[in-house]
């Protein structure tokens, strides 16, 4: 994934910030047609104390206390299916994924997501993310890991091709 960011502070003070992302994936199923699909993904960056935009996610902040490092957001992100084009549209091409996102963010220590999503036919999946920023002047870099569970109808559908063969997972 390869993106150019361009980034403002505005009078209030609120970060903000738009970028385009190429995105280049290799198809891993042998189900005929191109061996390879590509994306470019507008993105905008912003966030205050109700909603925030991280790229491909977005939501609205249902618990941010200045006291406690945690925090409850109504989640929404951009899951990519990658599968040729011809093929992508079965499936509803790419889609939005919807749910809840528990963030642990102390100062100077990693942060800490747990996320339960869902698709829009109630397909469940969950993430549990560690991460940690580290700032080289105007440079920032933040790597990190993701463990994630995926329910016997997501995979069917996602990874079996369960519209193109029937298969099932689970």
Known sequence: ???????TRGADGQVWGIAAAGRLASVPFAVGGDSATASLVPMLFYENDYFFLRGSEGGA???????????????????????PADRRNALD??????????????????????????????????????AQ????????????????????DFNTTYYALDTFYGERIG
């Open 1 to 7: 994934l390869a993106s150019a960011t361009s980034e």
């Open 93 to 130: 091409e790419d889609s939005i994924d919807f749910g809840l996102q528990l963030r642990y963010d102390a100062p100077a220590r990693p942060t800490v997501d747990l996320e339960l999503m869902s698709d829009r036919d109630a397909r469940l999946h969950a993430n549990l993310r560690l």
């Open 133 to 152: 920023t580290h700032a080289f002047g105007d440079w920032q870099l933040t790597p990190n890991v993701t463990v994630r569970y995926k329910d016997a």
């Open 61 to 83: 902040h249902l618990f941010n206390a200045s006291t406690v490092p945690v925090e409850v957001s109504a989640l929404s992100r951009l899951r990519f299916v990658d599968l």
